[in-house]
């Protein structure tokens, strides 16, 4: 606070006129805070300051004390929850279990019955046996063509008894199921330096085969930690244009494919078992893998249902939207390794990712995250109040939403509309109609492809060219292996392998 100084001499200067203003003022009145000398205008000005200091430090309080509030509420719901999760798939393992258990009580009773069987048939026959021999030790008369046709039914039955041996086949996992709960304690600071951002951006428009120069944090060395061990037991291969070509149009999969990615050679997808219970699986579509053609490996999927998934080539993970916030997923050695990655509550959510950053929307705005999945821009965006988001990708310089628009006509018509990154609008066009799901994909650098529940799809540029390619069944999925190779689906136990280089 700053107040009169009866001892104040007054040859003295203004201290903020001279630093700030480059000006002479004599000084009227000394700070008992800083003990500084201002002129009357200056203490009002510095006093002002303090003031607005003040409700600054109140306000930052309050803030973080809400946060704190908000954040324990979080932990603790999502505490109660992660056990009521484990409960709930534990109860279900083990009704499984109980289940195997009497499947497998039965088939042994089964043989047990069966060998009893066995041996009274030949009790039975043994029977007829000593009767004969009897009769011969009775009458004190041996016809040795009885008796020899009585040592070979003797010796028949001893090797039947002799080759009776008990085998045991069993697969009894030992392995116990695995469950983290963790608290990430490490520092994620969101700045509002937009020019940093800004020229981030601008760098990946001028070249998008370089990375931008940006200094990573270590969450950034640990994610590449990761990356090399999820691919440690991945093949080397990587398809060609000719992946799909020659070989059945058609390949099964163990459960209904709801949404789906794929990692440049299998998918993953997720299936709902029942209103209250999702999967999670891999297929593998490489007809040269060892585990092509066995079950898929599936998982529950304990959090609320996948509504969104891509494959982001930059962290080697997918990468799975759901209401309650954003999961990765790793897929190695047989196992699911899935991780939170970013609460962020929403209805409408989906997921797209360039070279460098991961794109969430929701109804209202746009949020963009680095590779340690640090938030570096938020901007806020609504589509027409006539249309409805469905789905949306990226590339390095382009960004395209698919929406459902409401005409006069009370059609659903099925737009596509183009953005820069900047989310200026570049042009929409309308696709069709459109009653169900749809998807739009980025195939290669200015290429998308657009699923809408028909029996066709479409190419299409931002520059507004269009191609429409005709399907062998009806798809509203897709996932996009190379640019010539593309699966889709339509929530069936089924996928359908395209090769655009042979399509007529």
Known sequence: MATASSFNDSSDSCMRCSSKYNRIQPSLCQCKHCSESFCFDCMKEHNDEIQQNRAELTDQYNQVKQSMNDKKELIRN???????????????????????????????????????????????????????????????????AETEKLFNKLKEFKQQIDSLIITKEYDLPSAMPEYAFKLDYSSKIITDDTQQIST????????????????????????????????????????????????????????????????????????????????????????????????????????????????????????????????????????????????????NVHVAANTNFVWVTTDEKIMIYDITFKLVRSMDFKVASNCIRRSFCITDNVVAFIVIRRDQRRSNILQVQFYDNNMGKIRSLDVGTCDGSCMIRTVEADRFIIVNGENISYLMTSKGEKLTLALGKEANCVAVINRRNIVLSKSESELQLINFKYIT
């Open 78 to 144: 999502e505490t109660i929850k992660a056990k009521q999760e484990l409960s709930e798939w534990f109860k279900i393992y083990i009704d499984k279990l109980s289940i195997a258990k009497e499947r497998i009580d039965m088939d042994i009773d089964k043989e047990e019955k069966q060998t009893q069987n066995f041996f009274s048939d030949i009790e039975s026959e043994l029977q007829t046996c000593v009767a004969a021999i009897q009769s011969f030790t009775k009458t004190n008369t041996f016809k040795s």
């Open 200 to 347: 981030i951006f601008n760098q990946q428009k001028s070249n998008t085969d370089n990375q931008p120069n940006i200094k990573q944090s270590w969450q950034a060395n640990m994610i590449e930690s990761e990356k090399k061990q999820a691919t440690e037991d991945k093949p080397s291969f990587v398809p060609d244009e000719n992946y799909f070509y020659n070989r059945d149009r058609y390949e099964l999969t163990s459960y209904t494919v709801n949404c789906m990615a794929t990692d440049g050679v299998n998918i993953m997808y997720s299936s709902i078992e029942d209103s209250q219970h999702d999967l999670i699986v891999y297929c593998y579509l490489n007809v040269n893998d060892s585990k092509y053609g066995q079950d898929d490996s599936c998982r529950p999927w304990l959090v609320s249902r996948i509504v969104d998934m891509i494959w982001w080539k930059s962290i080697d993970k997918f990468v799975c939207a759901t209401k309650d916030g954003i999961c990765t997923v790793t897929f190695a050695n047989k196992k699911f390794k899935i991780v939170r990655a970013i609460d962020n509550r929403s209805e």
